[in-house]
């Protein structure tokens, strides 16, 4: 998928929310338990009910990878039934990745090719070469880490290295890196003071928000620092959303709790002009 | 596995050597192709023939996951062979992982409990709540990437950050993680001359040091900066090993390769004194 796409169904949908598809088992709803695959069972509940609400789903890896066999099976699954019906939702596998070259090159492709997704997030400890191969792979989108919504984010990111804070350098010297145009990044919700300084480096770059909600971070502040032209957010929100209920209407109240970020982003959009 | 039995086990074998079960069906012998799992054919051969010369083996989920559900089955057949028929030997999942608290503890679980490896590689990029949940599993070994032997390394790592480098930053916070005796290092021959300075700041952690052999690495210039008097050292060789040959006398060829860094090994021991 282009940016652009993006940005108009970001328009049409008056939404910029991404959906955290961080499935666990000890937290779906209980009854769901029984069904073969429980936990594509409880993702197709709701992205079927939420599909409408927001432009992006973004399974963390984490949470299939710890079910095995069966848990890729379930991402696989919910990949494709994401690809099959809504071709024009945005996919992000948060997977974290990042490894030397070839095998940086060995992960984008499991992602992109393999399982079809339109996006990864990287982690930038290794460096150009370790990021690059990922940005070979055109309309495919390369998230890197830059500012994390987690306190850790403290112990490096944060940390002032050669005039500039970690987290600026990543981003400055991933500007220099080949086909740097597939670039968006990672900036936690929770540190939204920072969203202003992160502009001035990368005033067009796509970021992604995660920490609204249960992690505490405010989306009226995300969007009055993060806000461009173009929108340039998706704002994500997980466990605020798809664990609203642990009953039969699950899926439903997934969608209120959607509804109401939803409404939330279109008065930010109205106010964008 | 405790570190105690890892350098027993050293001594034994004579070896501080790490075989990279980096395993690609474009470069094993085209012929394995042919075998219902040639992922596992191919690594149960490299095992069968180099077990006695090695303490450890690392395959890079990397190349597992490029391959999907068939990838993910072979990795987990290959560390129950190990677990099974060579439980002495220590086993690293190169997964190069690292998030927020409660999905880091994901994937600890999945690659300490689910597959039973002895270690993984972590990255530190997202800091202490990123790491420490891998910490908190008795007698497993989490393994931080510190300074890596890519070239992307000098994008970041070596760059200064308040008077120091990052990674030196990096492995001195590290020192103050909760469980931080669960610790070890990453650290690329390819810079050999920076684990003078590593020893200084950890002298009694194992290093693991990738990048001898295809990489350019030199075993004599990482012993005699990195060794200490537990040795403290598990040097890695993918490439150089399992594919020494692409005939049917591949792992005869992968023994004869990894018999020559032993036989080195076993020097730089003797010299230990």
Redesign the interface.
């Known amino acids: 998928m282009t940016t652009q796409q993006l940005i108009e169904q970001i328009y049409k949908k008056q939404s910029f929310l991404c959906i955290g598809l961080?499935t666990d088992l000890e937290k779906i709803p209980p009854y769901l338990l029984q069904e073969k695959d429980p936990l594509f069972a409880f993702n197709k509940a709701i992205i079927d009910a939420t599909h409408h609400l927001c432009v992006a789903y973004k399974p963390?890896t984490?949470?299939y990878?710890?079910?095995?066999?069966k848990g890729?099976?379930a991402l696989?699954k919910t990949i494709d039934y994401l690809n099959t019906n809504h071709p024009e939702i945005f996919t992000i596998a948060d997977a974290?990745?990042?490894?030397?070259?070839n095998?940086?090159t060995?992960?984008a492709?499991?992602f992109f090719e393999?399982?079809g997704f339109d996006s990864i997030t990287v982690?930038?400890?290794?460096?150009?070469?370790?990021?690059e191969p990922f940005l070979a792979f055109e309309n495919k989108h390369t998230i890197l880490?830059a500012l994390?919504?987690?306190?850790?984010?403290?112990?490096?990111?944060t940390?002032?290295?050669?005039g500039a804070a970690?987290y600026e350098?990543?981003i400055k010297?991933s500007l220099t890196y080949k086909n740097a145009h597939n670039l968006m990044y990672v900036v936690g919700a929770t540190k939204a003071s920072y969203l202003g300084d992160i502009r001035k480096i990368v005033p067009e770059s796509f970021l992604l928000v995660p920490g609204v909600g249960a992690q505490g971070g405010s989306l009226k502040e995300v969007c009055h620092y993060g806000m461009n032209q173009d929108i340039g957010l998706l704002v994500n929100s997980s466990r605020g959303i798809i664990y609203a209920s642990k009953n039969q209407d699950f899926a439903l109240k997934a969608a209120e709790k959607a509804k109401e970020l939803q409404l939330q982003m279109q008065d930010e959009l109205k106010a964008l002009g």
Chains 1, 2 share one sequence.
């Not at 990878?65 to 066999?69: F, K, L, P, V």
């Open positions: 961080d963390n984490a949470f990878e710890a079910y095995g066999i890729w099976q696989g974290k990745r990042g490894d030397i070259g095998t940086s060995r992960y492709k499991a393999e399982f982690a930038p400890y290794m460096g150009k070469d370790s990021v880490l994390t919504s987690n306190e850790g984010a403290y112990d490096f990111q940390q002032i290295l050669e970690l350098k990543v010297t």
